[in-house]
């Protein structure tokens, strides 16, 4: 089998110096090449190649089939071949290759999942909370915020006690890739939001974190799920409670409202309109069950 110190591996570590130091892309998404490039190593090596030249066409179509029938996903597979392409046109632009072999090679398509959301009688029910409990005040206050402005996990957690206009009911917040948007949080948010930064004080904050933990410190993204998924099984919620399923139900309810999907774009901060456009379909399956309970010719005919 291949050494670490094989041309095909030199050069993959080498991306991914470059991932790191001019890309500057996050641990996580490194780990990621790194663990779909070793792999396709071990392919390549075992088809008897020892430099990236070498690849054709042909043999990149043998492993994404050798790939699918050792049991990848269609989503894993399609990954892997990103991971790839990326690296291969890395190789082209240092002119370490002529032509990126994997450019016409795709995965076999997958069905796209529809995120799935809560109604707003469901929504109501979970946030019914008894705050008598400072932590559970602080938790109905990071549902309500979550809720009321569609934010992603990452957001909620980063949010600073600086980030917050409660006179303007505005909370400014960081997305992907480092885009920064500001957000309307609704008056219920407000409410609850300016009862918690009430409370907050006594848990001796060690940073402008608004959502902190016993400690003091800024609650982590794994503490907020925890205690999401043991507010839903308390609430007597059917479905199993996380962040996302928050952050789906605001775009389908926003959307169901107003039927603006470039305004429910800007307020998630999706950088394209076909991310958004996955919530019409929600929208059309909820007017079609409407339709086909109402209307006088969607009822078939009995023979």
Known sequence: MTGTGSPLQLQVDAFLHYLRVELQLSAKTRESYQRQLYTVIVLIDEMGLTEWRQLEVSQVRALAARSKRQGLQSASLALRLSALRSFLDWLVSTDALGANPARGVSAPRHGRHLPKNMDVDEVDHLLDIDTRDPLALRDRAMLEVMYGAGLRLAELVGL????????????????????????????????????????????????????????????????????????????????????????????????????????????????????????????????????????????????
């Open 160 to 303: 600073n006690c600086a980030d917050v206009d409660l006179g303007g009911g505005e909370v400014r917040v960081v997305g992907k890739g480092n885009k920064e948007r500001k957000l309307p949080i609704g008056a219920t948010a407000v409410t609850w939001l300016t009862r918690w930064l009430t409370l907050r004080d006594r848990y001796a904050p060690k940073d402008d974190a608004v959502f902190i933990a016993n400690s003091g410190r800024r609650i982590s993204a794994r503490n907020v799920q925890k205690r999401f998924a043991e507010w839903g099984v308390k609430q007597g919620v059917n479905s199993h409670i996380h962040p996302h399923k928050l952050r789906h139900s605001f775009a389908t309810h926003m959307l169901e409202s107003s039927g603006n999907l470039r305004a429910v774009q800007e307020l998630l901060g999706h950088a394209n309109l076909s991310t958004t456009q996955i919530y019409t379909h929600l929208d059309f399956q909820h007017l079609a069950s409407v339709y086909d309970a109402a209307h006088p010719r969607a009822k078939r005919e009995k023979t």
